[in-house]
């Protein structure tokens, strides 16, 4: 079965593309005291042209009233998007903003002019403790886009669109892109796909990538195979590491024209994984902290906003 989908797809010209990097996500605290798992930016991968940053957050397991959240802080220059997969998370901001992220929401925030928000745990969530867990991706906004007002698409759970092959192994929530016929609902300014798969045990899946996009994928749970023309270029990950692709095929050659990635769960476990790609911008980066922009004038020009509060803050009411 996995070879007559090869061989298929190598006579329709799809290249697969060949691993470059695999690293594990590093342990750090961030905000208040959460832990989460980096997988990039480190002193390996610091910039995946568009995106800068992915963070794991948890999973956390929280005693009642211990649960930690990120309190007031600036982004300025680019989106964040969080995916929640456990736990409940409030968000605030200086735009009079506020709502509560529960287990399968989507938050695509454009910080673009600038922004203060806090991303603090749910107060019934904290009250209770429970599973934290959810993911944080750092999009990059092309220069002409930088400065547009601030922005928020909240995507609820039962509204991500869910594909799902015909002999029901492979599922994907479509958060940005398409993959297995469904085109998620989210407007983005830089060109991206983000899709959640979860594999049965054993099941294979090749999803088509654009050839000019950067593309990685991060391991949620269990393992994976990637590769698909020749066992011995195959490459495996587990949980907790990301996975860089080459803009080589397995063949070494320039994978130009129609390319994708071919992954499998193994025979005894299912397979939980991100697949994230998008169109590079191409443009100098300038980045310090929260604030990402294409040149050092722009980002001391940010700072000195937020310190004189003009980025705005949060209002005790709400
Ligand atoms: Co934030």
Do not use: C
Not at 43 to 48: L, T
Not at 61 to 79: I, L, S
Not at 291 to 310: C, H, R, S
């Amino acid at each position: 079965m996995h070879s007559i989908e090869n061989k298929q797809g190598q006579e329709s010209g799809t290249k697969v593309l060949a691993v470059k990097h695999v690293v594990q996500a590093q342990t750090v605290m961030e905000g208040a005291g959460v832990q989460v798992r980096r997988a990039f930016p480190t002193r390996q991968i610091d910039y995946f042209d568009p995106f800068l940053l992915l963070d794991e957050m948890g999973p956390t397991d929280f005693r009642p009233n211990a649960a930690k959240g990120f309190p007031d802080h600036p982004h300025k220059g680019f989106e964040t998007v969080t995916y929640l997969l456990a736990g409940g998370m409030r968000h605030r901001d200086s735009a009079g903003n506020s709502g509560v992220l529960r287990p399968g929401d989507v938050q695509w925030m454009t910080a673009g002019s600038g922004i203060v928000h806090s991303e603090m745990p749910d107060p019934e969530f904290a009250r209770t403790g429970g599973l934290m867990h959810g993911f944080q991706l750092w999009v990059n906004l092309p220069r002409k886009d930088k400065l547009v007002p601030p922005r928020y698409q909240d995507l609820a759970a039962e509204k991500v669109p869910v594909g799902e092959s015909a002999d029901g192994l492979v599922k994907v929530k479509v958060i940005a892109g398409e993959a297995l016929g469904v085109v998620a609902p989210i407007e983005t300014h830089t060109e991206i796909m983000y899709l959640h798969f979860t594999l049965a045990p054993g099941a294979t899946f090749v999803q088509p990538v654009p050839s000019e996009y950067n593309t990685m994928a991060y391991v949620v749970s269990g393992a994976v195979t990637f590769g698909a023309s020749d066992l011995s270029r195959v490459r495996k990950a587990t949980s907790g590491q990301l996975v860089i692709f080459d803009r080589l095929d397995e063949d070494g050659q320039n994978a130009d024209g129609s390319t994708a990635v071919a992954f499998t769960a193994p025979a005894n476990e299912s397979l939980e994984l991100l697949l994230i790609g998008g169109r590079p911008l191409s443009e100098p980066v300038a980045r310090y902290g929260p604030f990402v922009m294409n040149t050092k004038e722009e980002i001391m020009e940010a700072v000195q906003q937020y310190q004189d509060g003009k980025l705005g803050e949060i209002s005790a009411g709400h």
